[in-house]
T-cell receptor, first 114, second 113 residues
Framework: GAVVSQHPSWVICKSGTSVKIECRSLDFQATTMFWYRQFPKQSLMLMATSNEGSKATYEQGVEKDKFLINHASLTLSTLTVTSAHPEDSSFYIC??????????FGQGTRLTVV | GENVEQHPSTLSVQEGDSAVIKCTYSDSASNYFPWYKQELGKRPQLIIDIRSNVGEKKDQRIAVTLNKTAKHFSLHITETQPEDSAVYFCAASKTGTASKLTFGTGTRLQVTL
């Protein structure tokens, strides 16, 4: 089946720094990428949806200037958490779909801000 | 927007018993309802899904039922095994597998020996 690779799987960063998370589709063209955030023992909450070559659409309450999404190619989307703070510590996960494929989750990234 | 409620939040069953998890959705336009199993620290894994033109679907020990009129759908796991222990999420979307999903709040299933 289709493979989605997300990196890094975990990252620890200092408060105030930025962290970039990559999500790659390895064997299909990713026309749409969904970025989710999951706090411990909670559900997956959609942060934003991005289509290749277009600006991301953010969900209500998600700061677009803090969570920068770039989907410049059909195989790669990145989420950058800028000026991270401890409250941004969470599990971030991408979900990728192609033009004629079902959607697949990446492995997820555990972000810890200290 | 869509709102998906899920019950119970925790469920403990003995090995071999059945487990049932229920979800309700708010948007009558939703037409695709997947169920995911998530183990700690891992990505959600699709275990079964159902579309609005079908009332029931079964895959070995797992089945899903859908009542469009009442806007609720349920996951049934029979002959539970310890490896079924995980968090289960229901979800709903309007336009199929590749579209935006709204997730339920999750059910932590514990299968005891």
């Amino acid at each position: 089946g289709a493979v989605v690779s997300q990196h890094p799987s975990w990252v620890i960063c200092k408060s105030g720094t930025s962290v970039k998370i990559e999500c790659r589709s390895l064997d299909f063209q990713a026309t749409t990428m969904f970025w989710y955030r999951q706090f411990p023992k909670q559900s997956l909450m959609l942060m934003a949806t991005s289509n290749e070559g277009s600006k991301a659409t953010y969900e209500q309450g998600v700061e677009k200037d803090k969570f920068l999404i770039n989907h410049a190619s059909l195989t790669l989307s990145t989420l950058t958490v800028t000026s991270a703070h401890p409250e941004d510590s969470s599990f971030y996960i991408c979900r990728v779909s192609g033009a004629n494929t079902e959607a697949f989750f990446g492995q997820g990234t555990r972000l810890t801000v200290v | 927007g869509e709102n998906v409620e899920q019950h119970p939040s925790t469920l403990s069953v003995q090995e071999g018993d059945s487990a049932v998890i229920k979800c309700t959705y708010s948007d009558s336009a939703s037409n695709y309802f997947p169920w995911y199993k998530q183990e700690l620290g891992k990505r959600p894994q699709l275990i079964i899904d159902i579309r609005s033109n079908v009332g029931e679907k079964k895959d070995q020990r797992i089945a899903v039922t859908l009542n469009k009129t009442a806007k609720h759908f349920s996951l049934h796991i029979t002959e539970t095994q310890p490896e079924d222990s995980a968090v289960y999420f229901c979800a709903a979307s309007k336009t199929g597998t590749a579209s935006k999903l709204t997730f339920g709040t999750g059910t932590r299933l514990q299968v005891t020996l």
